[in-house]
């Protein structure tokens, strides 16, 4: 194949792309009842508190209250939705920093996962977690060095 032909194809292809993303953006934002809605029907047999909503609507940590020892987490990554259940069993660490908290999971499809809520919000998420699992490795840390790593998935 001839290098012209591979540079055209390129940027015709990253052209189209392009004028697709212009055409049809992401404009979903996640509010409390799409958040409700969609973890029900991943997980229709769970009794839900009110999820707490990321300040810029794009990912959600939903508290269950049956079956106990769950803590739904909804994220979004690109133009769909990720919906997991968080067992008091399963192994994670959380750190938070300010407003923001990074859940680092045992699972290389999505190994972290970095959340920005407010003030008065994150008080409720890191309660939601104190009680979830009290025997989680967790830290309030000023380093979010951390938070640049390439594993890091931000729903924020």
Same mark, same amino acid.
């Given at each position: %194949?001839?290098?012209?032909?591979?540079v055209i194809?390129?940027?015709?292809?990253?052209?189209?792309? *392009?004028?697709?993303?212009?055409?049809?953006?992401n404009k979903?934002?996640l509010d409390?009842?799409n958040?409700?809605? &969609?973890?029900?029907?991943? !997980? @229709?047999?769970?009794?839900?508190?009110?999820p707490?909503v990321t300040?810029?609507?794009n990912?959600?940590i939903?508290?269950?209250k049956?079956?106990? *020892? =769950?803590? *739904?987490?909804v994220? =979004?990554?690109?133009?769909r939705?990720?919906?997991?259940?968080?067992l008091?069993?399963d192994r994670y660490?959380?750190n938070?920093n300010g &407003? %923001?908290?990074i859940?680092?999971?045992a699972?290389?499809? =999505?190994?972290a996962?970095?959340l920005n809520? *407010? @003030?008065?919000? %994150?008080?409720k998420?890191?309660?939601?977690f104190?009680?979830?699992?009290p !025997?989680t490795?967790?830290?309030?840390?000023? &380093?979010?060095?951390?938070?640049? &790593?390439?594993?890091?998935t931000?729903?924020?």
């Amino acid at each position: %194949m001839d290098l012209l032909q591979l540079v055209i194809s390129a940027l015709s292809i990253l052209a189209v792309a *392009g004028i697709a993303a212009w055409l049809y953006p992401n404009k979903l934002k996640l509010d409390s009842e799409n958040v409700a809605k &969609d973890y029900r029907r991943f !997980n @229709p047999e769970a009794t839900i508190g009110s999820p707490l909503v990321t300040t810029k609507g794009n990912g959600a940590i939903i508290p269950v209250k049956a079956p106990t *020892g =769950q803590l *739904g987490i909804v994220t =979004q990554l690109g133009d769909r939705l990720v919906c997991r259940t968080l067992l008091s069993t399963d192994r994670y660490e959380t750190n938070h920093n300010g &407003d %923001m908290l990074i859940i680092r999971l045992a699972d290389f499809t =999505q190994p972290a996962i970095k959340l920005n809520f *407010g @003030p008065e919000t %994150m008080t409720k998420v890191l309660s939601l977690f104190a009680i979830h699992a009290p !025997n989680t490795k967790y830290s309030a840390s000023a &380093d979010t060095s951390f938070a640049t &790593d390439k594993d890091v998935t931000d729903a924020s």
